[in-house]
Protein backbone atom coordinates (compact mmCIF):
# COMPACT_ATOMS: atom_id res chain seq x y z
CA UNK A 1 0.00 0.00 0.00
CA UNK A 2 1.40 3.24 -0.94
CA UNK A 3 2.13 6.05 1.48
CA UNK A 4 -0.47 8.28 2.69
CA UNK A 5 0.08 11.73 1.24
CA UNK A 6 1.49 13.95 4.36
CA UNK A 7 -0.92 16.13 6.74
CA UNK A 8 -1.94 19.43 6.37
CA UNK A 9 1.05 22.25 8.40
CA UNK A 10 -1.94 23.20 10.78
CA UNK A 11 -5.51 21.57 10.44
CA UNK A 12 -6.66 18.28 12.28
CA UNK A 13 -8.48 15.93 9.63
CA UNK A 14 -10.75 13.29 11.12
CA UNK A 15 -14.73 11.76 11.21
CA UNK A 16 -16.45 13.62 13.49
CA UNK A 17 -18.76 11.68 16.63
CA UNK A 18 -22.49 11.67 17.33
CA UNK A 19 -21.82 14.71 19.79
CA UNK A 20 -20.23 16.95 17.44
CA UNK A 21 -23.30 16.25 14.54
CA UNK A 22 -25.00 19.60 15.66
CA UNK A 23 -22.12 21.50 15.20
CA UNK A 24 -20.81 20.09 11.65
CA UNK A 25 -24.06 20.84 10.21
CA UNK A 26 -23.83 23.90 11.40
CA UNK A 27 -20.59 24.24 9.64
CA UNK A 28 -22.38 22.83 6.62
CA UNK A 29 -25.55 25.56 6.73
CA UNK A 30 -23.03 28.58 7.50
CA UNK A 31 -20.99 27.93 4.23
CA UNK A 32 -24.02 27.59 2.03
CA UNK A 33 -25.66 30.51 3.81
CA UNK A 34 -28.31 28.97 5.28
CA UNK A 35 -29.87 28.47 8.31
CA UNK A 36 -29.07 26.03 10.92
CA UNK A 37 -32.22 23.09 11.57
CA UNK A 38 -31.01 20.81 14.19
CA UNK A 39 -34.25 19.39 14.69
CA UNK A 40 -34.24 18.74 10.94
CA UNK A 41 -31.19 16.83 11.50
CA UNK A 42 -31.84 14.94 14.56
CA UNK A 43 -35.34 14.22 12.92
CA UNK A 44 -33.94 13.27 9.04
CA UNK A 45 -30.15 12.93 9.34
CA UNK A 46 -29.00 11.63 12.85
CA UNK A 47 -30.48 8.01 12.45
CA UNK A 48 -28.91 7.28 8.91
CA UNK A 49 -25.85 9.17 9.95
CA UNK A 50 -22.52 7.06 9.26
CA UNK A 51 -19.96 8.62 11.09
CA UNK A 52 -17.47 7.42 9.52
CA UNK A 53 -18.70 8.65 6.48
CA UNK A 54 -17.75 11.92 7.70
CA UNK A 55 -15.27 14.54 8.13
CA UNK A 56 -14.12 17.56 9.51
CA UNK A 57 -10.68 19.45 9.75
CA UNK A 58 -9.94 21.77 13.43
CA UNK A 59 -8.00 24.09 14.30
CA UNK A 60 -6.87 23.72 17.56
CA UNK A 61 -10.07 23.01 18.84
CA UNK A 62 -12.30 25.02 16.14
CA UNK A 63 -13.81 23.14 13.59
CA UNK A 64 -13.34 25.19 10.58
CA UNK A 65 -14.19 22.43 7.53
CA UNK A 66 -16.26 19.70 6.82
CA UNK A 67 -17.42 16.72 4.02
CA UNK A 68 -19.16 14.00 4.23
CA UNK A 69 -20.00 10.56 1.85
CA UNK A 70 -23.09 8.78 1.47
CA UNK A 71 -24.49 5.92 -0.61
CA UNK A 72 -25.22 6.49 -4.20
CA UNK A 73 -24.88 4.05 -6.40
CA UNK A 74 -24.72 4.80 -10.21
CA UNK A 75 -26.24 3.55 -12.96
CA UNK A 76 -23.24 2.81 -16.14
CA UNK A 77 -24.04 1.86 -19.74
CA UNK A 78 -25.87 -1.48 -20.11
CA UNK A 79 -27.35 -0.93 -17.30
CA UNK A 80 -25.52 -2.27 -14.30
CA UNK A 81 -25.54 -0.29 -10.77
CA UNK A 82 -22.44 0.20 -9.53
CA UNK A 83 -21.85 1.20 -5.64
CA UNK A 84 -20.43 4.84 -5.73
CA UNK A 85 -20.33 7.33 -3.07
CA UNK A 86 -21.95 10.48 -3.31
CA UNK A 87 -19.77 13.18 -1.81
CA UNK A 88 -21.59 16.09 -0.13
CA UNK A 89 -21.39 18.61 2.38
CA UNK A 90 -18.27 20.26 1.74
CA UNK A 91 -17.19 24.01 3.41
CA UNK A 92 -14.04 25.33 4.17
CA UNK A 93 -14.68 28.24 6.76
CA UNK A 94 -14.19 31.61 5.33
CA UNK A 95 -11.52 32.77 8.01
CA UNK A 96 -9.82 29.27 6.13
CA UNK A 97 -10.05 29.62 2.69
CA UNK A 98 -7.19 29.49 0.16
CA UNK A 99 -4.90 27.92 2.72
CA UNK A 100 -5.44 24.36 1.05
CA UNK A 101 -7.33 22.88 3.54
CA UNK A 102 -10.04 21.59 1.04
CA UNK A 103 -7.00 19.93 -0.93
CA UNK A 104 -6.26 18.11 2.33
CA UNK A 105 -9.77 17.40 2.64
CA UNK A 106 -10.81 15.75 -0.69
CA UNK A 107 -7.12 13.94 -0.54
CA UNK A 108 -8.18 12.03 3.13
CA UNK A 109 -11.81 11.98 1.31
CA UNK A 110 -9.86 9.45 -1.24
CA UNK A 111 -8.21 7.39 0.78
CA UNK A 112 -11.36 7.19 3.53
CA UNK A 113 -13.57 5.79 0.31
CA UNK A 114 -10.90 3.88 -1.50
CA UNK A 115 -10.65 1.91 2.04
CA UNK A 116 -14.18 1.49 2.61
CA UNK A 117 -13.49 -0.52 -0.80
CA UNK A 118 -15.69 2.19 -3.03
CA UNK A 119 -15.12 1.89 -6.80
CA UNK A 120 -16.55 5.16 -7.46
CA UNK A 121 -17.26 8.73 -5.99
CA UNK A 122 -19.46 11.75 -7.50
CA UNK A 123 -20.56 14.93 -6.30
CA UNK A 124 -22.56 18.30 -7.91
CA UNK A 125 -19.86 21.00 -7.71
CA UNK A 126 -21.21 24.13 -6.25
CA UNK A 127 -18.58 25.57 -8.92
CA UNK A 128 -16.98 24.58 -11.42
CA UNK A 129 -13.54 24.43 -11.56
CA UNK A 130 -12.87 23.02 -7.93
CA UNK A 131 -12.85 19.47 -8.40
CA UNK A 132 -11.35 18.45 -11.54
CA UNK A 133 -7.90 19.16 -9.99
CA UNK A 134 -9.31 15.89 -7.61
CA UNK A 135 -9.67 13.83 -10.35
CA UNK A 136 -13.34 14.01 -10.61
CA UNK A 137 -14.61 14.33 -14.41
CA UNK A 138 -17.83 15.66 -16.01
CA UNK A 139 -20.49 12.85 -16.09
CA UNK A 140 -23.46 14.65 -16.88
CA UNK A 141 -24.86 17.65 -18.59
CA UNK A 142 -27.98 18.75 -18.55
CA UNK A 143 -29.96 21.57 -19.98
CA UNK A 144 -32.24 24.48 -18.11
CA UNK A 145 -34.92 25.65 -20.14
CA UNK A 146 -37.02 28.44 -20.28
CA UNK A 147 -40.34 29.55 -22.47
CA UNK A 148 -42.28 32.28 -22.83
CA UNK A 149 -45.80 30.36 -22.91
CA UNK A 150 -47.11 32.48 -25.88
CA UNK A 151 -44.91 30.90 -27.81
CA UNK A 152 -45.03 27.36 -26.80
CA UNK A 153 -47.46 25.91 -29.77
CA UNK A 154 -47.00 22.12 -30.08
CA UNK A 155 -46.07 20.67 -33.57
CA UNK A 156 -48.62 19.33 -35.58
CA UNK A 157 -47.07 15.78 -35.37
CA UNK A 158 -46.67 16.42 -31.33
CA UNK A 159 -49.09 13.62 -29.50
CA UNK A 160 -52.11 14.72 -28.27
CA UNK A 161 -53.02 14.12 -24.41
CA UNK A 162 -54.03 10.35 -24.39
CA UNK A 163 -54.56 9.41 -20.02
CA UNK A 164 -54.63 11.72 -17.58
CA UNK A 165 -52.51 14.40 -15.65
CA UNK A 166 -53.94 14.76 -11.79
CA UNK A 167 -52.46 16.35 -8.50
CA UNK A 168 -51.08 14.26 -5.65
CA UNK A 169 -51.16 15.59 -2.21
CA UNK A 170 -47.73 16.33 -0.83
CA UNK A 171 -48.54 12.98 1.72
CA UNK A 172 -48.97 11.06 -1.09
CA UNK A 173 -46.42 11.82 -3.66
CA UNK A 174 -43.41 9.68 -2.63
CA UNK A 175 -45.17 6.85 -2.45
CA UNK A 176 -46.40 7.53 -6.44
CA UNK A 177 -42.83 9.09 -7.54
CA UNK A 178 -40.14 7.14 -5.75
CA UNK A 179 -40.71 3.58 -8.32
CA UNK A 180 -41.29 5.81 -11.18
CA UNK A 181 -38.02 7.69 -10.13
CA UNK A 182 -36.31 4.42 -9.36
CA UNK A 183 -37.12 2.71 -12.83
CA UNK A 184 -35.64 6.31 -14.50
CA UNK A 185 -32.81 6.32 -12.44
CA UNK A 186 -31.83 2.90 -13.64
CA UNK A 187 -32.51 3.33 -16.79
CA UNK A 188 -29.81 6.29 -17.80
CA UNK A 189 -26.03 6.35 -17.28
CA UNK A 190 -25.36 8.48 -14.59
CA UNK A 191 -28.93 8.19 -12.58
CA UNK A 192 -29.12 7.09 -9.16
CA UNK A 193 -32.08 6.15 -6.57
CA UNK A 194 -32.32 8.68 -4.02
CA UNK A 195 -31.67 7.92 -0.58
CA UNK A 196 -35.14 7.53 1.50
CA UNK A 197 -33.99 10.35 4.02
CA UNK A 198 -33.49 12.77 0.93
CA UNK A 199 -37.31 11.97 -0.12
CA UNK A 200 -38.52 13.10 3.05
CA UNK A 201 -36.02 16.63 3.11
CA UNK A 202 -38.15 16.54 -0.65
CA UNK A 203 -41.72 16.75 0.15
CA UNK A 204 -41.41 18.12 3.00
CA UNK A 205 -41.29 20.92 1.24
CA UNK A 206 -39.99 23.51 3.55
CA UNK A 207 -40.99 26.88 3.11
CA UNK A 208 -37.02 28.00 3.56
CA UNK A 209 -36.93 26.48 0.41
CA UNK A 210 -39.77 28.33 -1.69
CA UNK A 211 -37.47 31.00 -2.83
CA UNK A 212 -40.59 33.09 -2.37
CA UNK A 213 -42.72 30.82 -4.24
CA UNK A 214 -45.97 28.93 -3.89
CA UNK A 215 -45.47 25.11 -1.93
CA UNK A 216 -44.64 22.35 -4.44
CA UNK A 217 -47.53 20.89 -6.75
CA UNK A 218 -47.20 17.36 -7.13
CA UNK A 219 -48.86 16.08 -10.26
CA UNK A 220 -48.87 12.31 -11.76
CA UNK A 221 -49.60 11.32 -15.49
CA UNK A 222 -51.48 8.09 -16.04
CA UNK A 223 -51.91 5.99 -19.39
CA UNK A 224 -55.26 5.36 -20.94
CA UNK A 225 -54.75 1.92 -19.29
CA UNK A 226 -54.18 2.81 -15.81
CA UNK A 227 -50.17 2.96 -15.42
CA UNK A 228 -48.75 5.77 -13.87
CA UNK A 229 -45.81 6.89 -16.53
CA UNK A 230 -44.14 10.04 -14.93
CA UNK A 231 -44.91 12.66 -12.49
CA UNK A 232 -44.06 16.57 -12.29
CA UNK A 233 -43.41 18.87 -9.32
CA UNK A 234 -43.10 22.37 -9.79
CA UNK A 235 -43.97 26.00 -7.94
CA UNK A 236 -45.80 28.99 -8.97
CA UNK A 237 -44.61 32.47 -8.30
CA UNK A 238 -46.62 35.34 -8.47
CA UNK A 239 -46.19 37.95 -11.03
CA UNK A 240 -48.73 41.13 -12.18
CA UNK A 241 -47.02 43.50 -13.96
CA UNK A 242 -49.76 46.09 -15.77
CA UNK A 243 -52.20 44.15 -13.61
CA UNK A 244 -51.78 41.11 -16.50
CA UNK A 245 -51.02 37.80 -14.85
CA UNK A 246 -47.65 36.63 -15.94
CA UNK A 247 -46.78 34.18 -13.32
CA UNK A 248 -43.49 32.63 -13.59
CA UNK A 249 -43.87 28.19 -13.15
CA UNK A 250 -40.60 26.48 -12.18
CA UNK A 251 -40.61 22.61 -12.69
CA UNK A 252 -38.26 21.23 -9.65
CA UNK A 253 -38.74 17.49 -11.45
CA UNK A 254 -40.05 15.75 -13.76
CA UNK A 255 -39.59 12.32 -14.44
CA UNK A 256 -41.65 10.74 -17.66
CA UNK A 257 -41.10 6.98 -18.36
CA UNK A 258 -42.96 6.76 -21.68
CA UNK A 259 -42.83 9.24 -24.98
CA UNK A 260 -46.95 9.94 -24.36
CA UNK A 261 -45.95 10.57 -20.36
CA UNK A 262 -43.31 13.49 -21.42
CA UNK A 263 -45.92 14.26 -24.08
CA UNK A 264 -48.91 14.95 -21.77
CA UNK A 265 -46.99 16.27 -19.00
CA UNK A 266 -44.79 19.60 -20.66
CA UNK A 267 -48.69 19.96 -22.52
CA UNK A 268 -50.39 20.43 -18.98
CA UNK A 269 -47.37 22.72 -17.73
CA UNK A 270 -47.10 24.90 -20.90
CA UNK A 271 -50.97 25.59 -20.06
CA UNK A 272 -51.22 26.31 -16.53
CA UNK A 273 -53.35 29.06 -16.36
CA UNK A 274 -51.93 32.68 -14.85
CA UNK A 275 -48.63 31.63 -16.58
CA UNK A 276 -46.02 33.59 -18.28
CA UNK A 277 -42.99 31.79 -17.95
CA UNK A 278 -41.93 28.32 -17.70
CA UNK A 279 -38.84 27.08 -16.52
CA UNK A 280 -37.43 23.92 -15.90
CA UNK A 281 -34.06 22.79 -15.33
CA UNK A 282 -32.25 19.58 -14.88
CA UNK A 283 -33.26 18.15 -18.25
CA UNK A 284 -31.54 15.66 -19.94
CA UNK A 285 -29.83 16.40 -23.12
CA UNK A 286 -32.18 13.97 -25.33
CA UNK A 287 -35.20 15.13 -23.69
CA UNK A 288 -38.38 15.59 -26.43
CA UNK A 289 -39.98 19.18 -25.64
CA UNK A 290 -38.10 20.75 -28.38
CA UNK A 291 -38.89 18.35 -30.99
CA UNK A 292 -42.32 18.74 -29.42
CA UNK A 293 -42.63 22.44 -30.17
CA UNK A 294 -43.66 24.13 -33.11
CA UNK A 295 -41.23 26.54 -33.09
CA UNK A 296 -37.66 24.79 -31.76
CA UNK A 297 -36.03 28.37 -31.24
CA UNK A 298 -38.40 30.04 -28.89
CA UNK A 299 -37.47 27.35 -26.21
CA UNK A 300 -34.07 29.06 -24.91
CA UNK A 301 -31.50 26.21 -23.45
CA UNK A 302 -28.65 26.73 -21.36
CA UNK A 303 -26.22 23.80 -21.11
CA UNK A 304 -24.98 23.11 -17.63
CA UNK A 305 -22.48 20.46 -15.86
CA UNK A 306 -24.24 18.19 -13.80
CA UNK A 307 -22.41 15.28 -12.02
CA UNK A 308 -18.80 14.14 -11.31
CA UNK A 309 -17.60 11.31 -11.58
CA UNK A 310 -14.24 9.94 -9.87
CA UNK A 311 -12.75 6.67 -10.60
CA UNK A 312 -11.33 5.04 -7.49
CA UNK A 313 -10.89 1.38 -8.66
CA UNK A 314 -10.42 1.88 -12.49
CA UNK A 315 -10.68 -2.20 -13.26
CA UNK A 316 -13.83 -2.52 -11.52
CA UNK A 317 -15.55 0.64 -12.91
CA UNK A 318 -14.28 -0.50 -16.44
CA UNK A 319 -15.70 -4.14 -16.16
CA UNK A 320 -19.21 -2.84 -14.68
CA UNK A 321 -20.19 -1.53 -17.96
CA UNK A 322 -21.11 -2.50 -21.65
CA UNK A 323 -19.51 -1.21 -25.10
CA UNK A 324 -21.03 -0.81 -28.30
CA UNK A 325 -18.69 -2.52 -30.14
CA UNK A 326 -15.58 -5.18 -29.76
CA UNK A 327 -12.19 -3.49 -29.12
CA UNK A 328 -9.29 -3.94 -27.19
CA UNK A 329 -7.11 -0.58 -25.34
CA UNK A 330 -4.51 -0.09 -23.18
CA UNK A 331 -4.89 2.98 -21.23
CA UNK A 332 -2.75 4.70 -19.13
CA UNK A 333 -3.83 6.26 -15.93
CA UNK A 334 -1.94 9.12 -14.18
CA UNK A 335 -2.93 9.05 -10.95
CA UNK A 336 -1.11 11.48 -8.25
CA UNK A 337 -3.69 11.20 -5.91
CA UNK A 338 -5.21 7.74 -5.85
CA UNK A 339 -1.40 5.86 -6.51
CA UNK A 340 -3.57 2.62 -6.15
CA UNK A 341 -5.46 3.72 -9.34
CA UNK A 342 -1.97 4.80 -11.24
CA UNK A 343 -0.55 2.44 -13.87
CA UNK A 344 -1.42 0.54 -16.95
CA UNK A 345 -4.86 -1.30 -18.00
CA UNK A 346 -5.79 -3.37 -20.56
CA UNK A 347 -9.30 -3.43 -21.10
CA UNK A 348 -11.04 -5.91 -23.48
CA UNK A 349 -14.71 -4.48 -24.00
CA UNK A 350 -17.75 -5.64 -25.84
CA UNK A 351 -21.08 -5.58 -25.85
CA UNK A 352 -21.78 -8.08 -23.76
CA UNK A 353 -18.88 -6.96 -20.90
CA UNK A 354 -15.59 -6.27 -20.43
CA UNK A 355 -12.39 -7.62 -19.18
CA UNK A 356 -9.65 -5.03 -17.50
CA UNK A 357 -6.48 -6.67 -16.22
CA UNK A 358 -3.49 -4.99 -15.31
CA UNK A 359 -0.59 -5.37 -18.12
CA UNK A 360 3.03 -3.66 -19.29
CA UNK A 361 1.93 -3.45 -22.78
CA UNK A 362 2.64 -0.03 -24.89
CA UNK A 363 -0.66 1.91 -24.12
CA UNK A 364 -2.68 3.01 -26.86
CA UNK A 365 -4.01 6.53 -24.71
CA UNK A 366 -2.98 8.43 -21.53
CA UNK A 367 -5.79 9.71 -19.34
CA UNK A 368 -6.05 12.10 -16.81
CA UNK A 369 -7.99 10.89 -13.60
CA UNK A 370 -11.17 13.07 -14.92
CA UNK A 371 -10.93 11.94 -18.52
CA UNK A 372 -11.58 8.82 -17.02
CA UNK A 373 -14.69 9.93 -15.40
CA UNK A 374 -15.91 11.26 -18.23
CA UNK A 375 -15.50 8.59 -20.33
CA UNK A 376 -17.16 5.88 -17.94
CA UNK A 377 -20.48 7.26 -18.82
CA UNK A 378 -19.72 8.42 -22.47
CA UNK A 379 -20.48 11.45 -21.74
CA UNK A 380 -17.89 13.46 -24.18
CA UNK A 381 -16.21 11.68 -27.05
CA UNK A 382 -12.36 10.43 -26.10
CA UNK A 383 -11.41 12.46 -29.24
CA UNK A 384 -12.81 16.05 -28.07
CA UNK A 385 -10.85 15.21 -24.46
CA UNK A 386 -7.42 14.80 -26.19
CA UNK A 387 -8.27 17.80 -27.79
CA UNK A 388 -8.50 20.09 -24.77
CA UNK A 389 -5.79 18.40 -23.11
CA UNK A 390 -7.27 15.63 -21.10
CA UNK A 391 -6.00 12.82 -22.87
CA UNK A 392 -3.25 11.91 -25.03
CA UNK A 393 -2.68 9.80 -27.75
CA UNK A 394 -0.06 7.43 -28.07
CA UNK A 395 -0.95 5.00 -31.01
CA UNK A 396 -2.48 6.57 -33.96
CA UNK A 397 -6.03 5.72 -34.46
CA UNK A 398 -6.63 5.18 -30.54
CA UNK A 399 -8.73 7.88 -30.21
CA UNK A 400 -11.41 7.05 -33.20
CA UNK A 401 -11.42 3.55 -31.74
CA UNK A 402 -11.94 4.95 -28.05
CA UNK A 403 -14.76 7.17 -29.34
CA UNK A 404 -16.48 4.02 -30.92
CA UNK A 405 -16.10 2.25 -27.74
CA UNK A 406 -17.20 4.31 -24.97
CA UNK A 407 -20.34 5.64 -26.52
CA UNK A 408 -23.35 5.58 -25.02
CA UNK A 409 -27.24 6.28 -25.19
CA UNK A 410 -29.34 7.20 -23.69
CA UNK A 411 -27.69 10.36 -22.44
CA UNK A 412 -26.28 10.15 -19.60
CA UNK A 413 -28.57 12.01 -16.81
CA UNK A 414 -28.85 12.05 -12.92
CA UNK A 415 -32.01 14.23 -10.97
CA UNK A 416 -30.50 12.50 -7.33
CA UNK A 417 -29.16 15.90 -5.59
CA UNK A 418 -27.19 15.54 -2.85
C1 LIG B 1 -14.87 25.80 -2.35
C2 LIG B 1 -14.15 25.69 -1.00
C3 LIG B 1 -14.53 24.39 -0.33
C4 LIG B 1 -12.63 25.76 -1.27
O1 LIG B 1 -11.92 25.50 -0.07
P1 LIG B 1 -10.42 25.99 0.15
O2 LIG B 1 -9.91 25.38 1.41
O3 LIG B 1 -10.35 27.46 0.01
O4 LIG B 1 -9.65 25.33 -1.09
P2 LIG B 1 -8.07 25.09 -1.21
O5 LIG B 1 -7.35 26.18 -0.49
O6 LIG B 1 -7.73 23.70 -0.82
O7 LIG B 1 -7.89 25.26 -2.78
C5 LIG B 1 -7.32 24.28 -3.60
C6 LIG B 1 -7.20 24.83 -5.01
O8 LIG B 1 -8.52 25.02 -5.55
C7 LIG B 1 -8.71 26.38 -5.95
N1 LIG B 1 -10.08 26.73 -5.59
C8 LIG B 1 -10.67 26.56 -4.40
N2 LIG B 1 -11.93 27.01 -4.45
C9 LIG B 1 -12.13 27.46 -5.70
C10 LIG B 1 -13.23 28.08 -6.35
N3 LIG B 1 -14.39 28.28 -5.71
N4 LIG B 1 -13.07 28.43 -7.64
C11 LIG B 1 -11.91 28.24 -8.29
N5 LIG B 1 -10.81 27.67 -7.71
C12 LIG B 1 -10.93 27.30 -6.43
C13 LIG B 1 -7.70 27.16 -5.13
O9 LIG B 1 -7.38 28.38 -5.74
C14 LIG B 1 -6.53 26.21 -5.07
O10 LIG B 1 -5.82 26.25 -6.31
P3 LIG B 1 -4.22 26.11 -6.37
O11 LIG B 1 -3.94 24.73 -5.81
O12 LIG B 1 -3.93 26.24 -7.81
O13 LIG B 1 -3.69 27.19 -5.49
C15 LIG B 1 -14.54 26.87 -0.07
O14 LIG B 1 -14.26 28.08 -0.72
C16 LIG B 1 -16.00 26.86 0.35
O15 LIG B 1 -16.33 26.31 1.39
N6 LIG B 1 -16.89 27.50 -0.43
C17 LIG B 1 -18.32 27.63 -0.06
C18 LIG B 1 -19.07 26.28 -0.01
C19 LIG B 1 -18.85 25.48 -1.26
O16 LIG B 1 -18.97 25.97 -2.38
N7 LIG B 1 -18.49 24.21 -1.09
C20 LIG B 1 -18.27 23.26 -2.17
C21 LIG B 1 -19.51 22.47 -2.31
S1 LIG B 1 -19.52 21.44 -3.72
Not at 86 to 114: D, F
Not at 171 to 196: C, H, N
Not at 198 to 221: F, I, N, Q
Not at 248 to 277: I, N, Q
Request: charged share 25%; aromatic share 8%.
Amino acid sequence: MPDRPPPHPSVEIRPITAEELHAWQRHVARSFGRAPNDEHVDRLLRPHMRYEDSLAAFDGGEMVATAHHEPAPITLPGGRVLDCVGVTRVGVATTHRRQGVLSAMMQHQLWQAHEQSNPLAALWASETPIYGRFGYGLATVHDAYSIDTRDAGFAWWAPDTEGSVRFLSATDAVEVMRPLFDVYATSRPGGMPRLPYRWHAYTEDSPDERGGASPMHYVAYTSPEGEREGYATYRLKSEWPDHIPAYRLTVDEMVALTPRASAALWRYLLSVDLVGVVEANDQPLDAALPWLLSDYRRLKRRPSDGLYLRILDPEVALTARTYPVADRLVLQLDDRLCPWADGRFALDAAPEGAHVARTDAVPDLLLRPAALGTLLLGTERASVLAAVGLIEERRPGALARADEMFRSTPAPHCLNHF
